[in-house]
Structure formats: C-alpha cells, structure tokens
C-alpha cells in the first residue's frame, strides 16, 4: 500500500510540475514573441492578433494554410513591406489569438478579417493573397466585399474535389487529425509538447526523437514532416512556432479547423466566381495544374502560372515568385508606390 502511494503522489508531483512547467512558458512566450504585433477586438471578448509592417499604396493581406500562422509569411512579408503596406495576422483558435467560437469555415474566418480590419482602421483597398485553406477564405473574402479588392494571389489553393464531402475517402484522414488533435491537448497542458517542440526547434532534437520513437512509425513521419516544412522557414521564427505548438489551444484551434473542412468544401463548392477581379493563381510544379473549367468557377479572370521547383508550399520553396506576383499587383493599383522604393 504504501509503495502504490508513493507511485500516485510521483505521478501527482510530476502532473504538478508539467502543468506549472507549461503555464509559466506560455506567460513568458507572450512577453517575448509578441511585441511586433497588437491585438484587435472582433466583439464578444475575442481578439485577434495582428502584424503590420510597411506604407503605401493598396494593403497586402496575408492568410495562411488551415493551421498555420502570421509565422507562415515572415519573410514575404518582410521583403513586400519594403514597398506595401502589409498586414498579417493569426485566425482564431491559432497563434496568439483568440479561441475560436463559429465554425471554421470561410464565410465566418472573412467576416472576422473584415471585423479585424475596420477595428485596427486598415482600409481598403487591398491585396489578398491565400495559401491553401487561406487561399478559399481570401476567396470568400473577395465575393463578400468585392470592392474593397484590387486583386488576389492564390497560393495553391486548396481543391475541394480532394476532401469530404466531394472524396469520402479522405474522411478518415480527418479523423484521424482530430483524434490526434484531442490527445495533443492534454499532452500539451502537461508540458510534454512543449518539451518536444522546444527540443525540436531550439535544442539537439534529442529528446523529440526518442519521444517520436515511442510513438512508433506514425511519430517519426510527423517528425520528419514537422523538419522538412519547418526548416524551409527562417530559423528566427523556429522558437516562436515552438512556442505555438506548445500551446493546448494550438491544438483545440487546429481541430476546429479540420473538423470544419467538410463545411468548407459545401460552402465553397457552390461559390459563385469571382467577377472583375484579377486572380494570379500559383500552383506547384509538382502537382497538376487547374483544369479550364475549374480556373472559370474561381473567377472570370483567373490566370494560372506554374511555380517548377516548388511543392505545396510555394512561398516557402520560391518565395521569390510569391514576391514578385505581389509586386505586379502593387505595381498596377499604384505604380508611385514602387517608384518610391526604387
């Protein structure tokens, strides 16, 4: 009796120390990481995180992929506000924002842009430009309030005929995430993910591999994943995703996300094109690019350029393109601001 409870107020003890661990990192993440940017009130309590950098000329908006950050844009946006106005931000349920309380889909993520928008006194006109899951709000956006819009970036947007409703068959891969997602919450509260990550990102890797280890040939996938993706980011930025993936609210956010692509896809299936508004759509060199058909049902001038060296992630893997197809849109909406910057 007495051996079983010394082994209960052992785990007790380090449950205690865990907790304390991640709520003391997560206070000093703040103090640190968060000072570039402020936070903007969207009503009910909840703020969203905000990062402008730069002048002139029409705003370039910054959406990232379904669970990524403002981080995602850290260098584009870096080298675009030498010559825009940008703004970048973290949706809610990631980054240093709020916890989401609708549904993640575009309609709702939209209207909470236009909200953070009027709130932090940006105004029109801007740029959209989207990766992947953004690419699908920047096009509600775009349909919600069109003439707040000079012109659109999609990054290789993401395709609703390759998720569920439209392809059932990726319907376990959702749950899949979201199951993932509900025990990363409870890791994360007891410090271990930030343990990971940190050892990850800042540190010899040591510990993640032996914790991917454990986990078996699923654990060393997402590791290897998590390097391959990571890594293409500037190494400044690492210590800051880390300390949003340590975060139980990384997770509880990325969830909702997943769990709101079949929504997504419904919503965004039966979107009407974008009419008046140039689109330059950008997609991988290593997938296959749009059909006709499909470029029509974004827009009705959608022009489609093939990014050759890149993957998914375009603007990690030739951000230049990225930076330049910005920069012909700045260029056109007004021409003095380009000018300016030599």
């Avoid at 293409?232 to 930025?237: A, G, L, R, S, Y």
Wanted: hydrophobic share 45%.
């Amino acid at each position: 009796m007495y051996y079983l409870l010394s082994i209960s107020g052992l785990v007790a003890a380090l449950v205690a120390a865990g907790f304390l661990y991640q709520c003391l990192g997560s206070y000093y993440d703040r103090l640190r990481y968060t000072a570039g940017g402020r936070w903007i009130s969207i009503g009910d309590g909840r703020r969203l995180y905000l990062l402008e950098k730069g002048s002139g000329g029409p705003t370039v908006l910054f959406e990232a992929g379904i669970a990524a950050t403002n981080l995602n844009w850290f260098h584009i946006q870096e080298v675009v506000s030498r010559f825009a106005a940008t703004a970048s931000y973290d949706r809610a349920g990631l980054g240093w924002s709020s916890p989401s309380r609708t549904a993640r889909t575009p309609r709702n993520i939209a209207a909470e842009l236009h909200e953070l928008l009027n709130g932090a006194g940006i105004k029109p006109p801007y740029i959209l430009v989207g990766h992947s899951f953004g690419g699908l709000v920047m096009r509600r956006f775009a349909l919600l309030y069109p003439e707040e819009v000079t012109s659109i970036v999609l990054v290789d947007p993401m395709r609703c005929e390759e998720w569920p409703p439209l392809d059932p068959a990726k319907q376990a891969m959702l749950d899949r995430g979201t199951r993932l997602s509900n025990y990363a919450i409870t890791i994360a509260r007891l410090g271990l993910a930030r343990l990971a990550v940190t050892s990850l990102l800042c540190r010899s890797g040591r510990i993640a591999e032996r914790l991917a280890g454990a986990a078996g040939n699923g654990g060393k996938h997402v590791l290897g994943r998590i390097k391959g993706e990571v890594g293409k980011m500037p190494k400044e930025v690492w210590p800051i995703v880390a300390a949003h993936w340590s975060r139980p609210g990384f997770y509880a956010g990325m969830r909702s996300h997943v769990e709101a692509v079949p929504d997504t896809v419904r919503e965004m299936q039966d979107a009407e094109p974008i009419r008046g508004i140039p689109v330059l759509l950008l997609t991988p060199g290593k997938s296959s690019p749009l059909s006709a058909d499909c470029l029509q049902r974004i827009g009705d001038n959608v022009q489609q350029m093939i990014a050759p060296e890149s993957a998914h992630w375009i603007h990690l893997d030739e951000p230049q393109l990225v930076i330049d197809s910005i920069r012909e849109f700045v260029m056109t909406a007004a021409p003095e601001a380009i000018a300016a910057t030599g």
